[in-house]
């Protein structure tokens, strides 16, 4: 076997590179990991490129078999890690050799981890990429979640440099999140008093959250207009639906909309909630677009100034 079989694949695993882009006029979302740092940062680790194919793994429970001998990483929400049933670290490059089964454990805190290999999984894009949106088909294997016998075609790898991240740059996944919105101009349908208590008070995360996007779940927030011209949606739009419940948009969700928008929460903000389990609590804090962009800019200047910590084994 060239690659990696499933065993188990978990609640919820899928292919995802770095999203799909410049196909919003055909209908088509973005996709990509819910969690883009975590992603990197296991691709940097494994020393491939930027845009190398992994496995998102929500909740954890996936388990493979290594068909090749090569190295993997692990990064994301703190899943037990384990290759023949010997507990390894993750944020760490590891060797296996074919035969070797490895298996992720149920997340402790956060609740998605992304499995990389030496050069990326070889999966075909469909519109330039090959991140799974199952929603629309596209991506992945036959668009679709990963289960149990499907094989991940990759590369034997003989030599990789066994890079780890110190654990005190290692990124943490606490219960909670703040997000940064952007008021968007649609804010001046809602009233000055529905715009603090959005403001102010705290939201939690439904039992309806996935990759479309996160309901919350707290007070009803009121708009003067029902809904809108249907129209185009970034990533991170909050939409206030006629339940009065928010909605945060995410990497699969549609690439048009009715529903009024309060604002826009920052994609920094995105990714820590992408990984929010259900009851953790939400609040919203208003930016303006400076701040947002220094905010952005800051966070690339400190990824890039990042340094890997060499460690041979």
């Known amino acids: 076997m060239n690659g990696m079989e499933i065993l188990s694949p978990g609640i919820l695993s899928l292919i995802q590179d770095s999203g799909r882009r410049g196909y919003y006029r055909l209908g088509l979302t973005d996709g990509g990991p819910m969690d883009p740092r975590a992603h990197s940062l296991c691709n940097r680790l494994l020393q491939n ?52 089964r490895i298996a992720l454990g149920h997340a402790e805190s956060g609740c998605r981890a992304y499995l990389g290999v030496a050069d990326g999984f070889r999966i075909a894009p469909v519109f330039g990429s090959c991140s799974t949106v199952m929603r629309e088909g596209l991506g992945g294997l036959n668009g679709s979640r990963l289960q149990t016998g499907d094989r991940l075609p990759c590369a034997a790898v003989a030599e990789r440099t066994p890079l780890r991240l110190p654990p005190g740059q290692q990124p943490r996944y606490p219960r909670g999140v ?82 009024p928008k309060i604002g826009s929460a920052l994609s920094l903000d995105c990714a820590q909630l992408a990984q929010q389990t259900p009851g953790a609590p939400v609040y919203f804090t208003p930016i303006n677009q ?19 910590q060499e460690y041979r084994l």
């Open 49 to 100: 490129e930027a845009r190398a194919a992994t496995v998102e793994v929500t909740l954890g429970g996936l388990e493979i078999e290594a068909g090749v001998d090569t190295w993997i990483c692990v990064t994301g929400a703190p899943v037990p890690l384990t290759i023949n049933g010997n507990e390894r670290p993750r944020w760490q490059v590891l060797q296996v050799k074919a035969g070797d």
């Open 178 to 259: 703040t997000l940064r919105v952007v008021p968007g101009y649609q804010s001046e349908h809602f009233p000055r008093l529905q715009q603090r208590q959005f403001f102010s008070c705290p939201f939690s995360v439904s039992q309806r959250a996935d990759r479309m996007g996160y309901r919350l779940e707290g007070p009803t927030i009121g708009c003067d207009i029902e809904g809108i011209l249907s129209e185009g949606i970034c990533q991170g739009a909050i939409q206030i639906p006629a339940d009065g419940q928010p909605i945060v948009l995410l990497n699969d969700r549609q690439t048009i909309g009715g529903y």
């Open 290 to 308: 400076h701040a947002a962009h220094n905010a952005l800019h800051l966070a690339e200047v400190y990824e890039t100034n990042r340094q890997l």
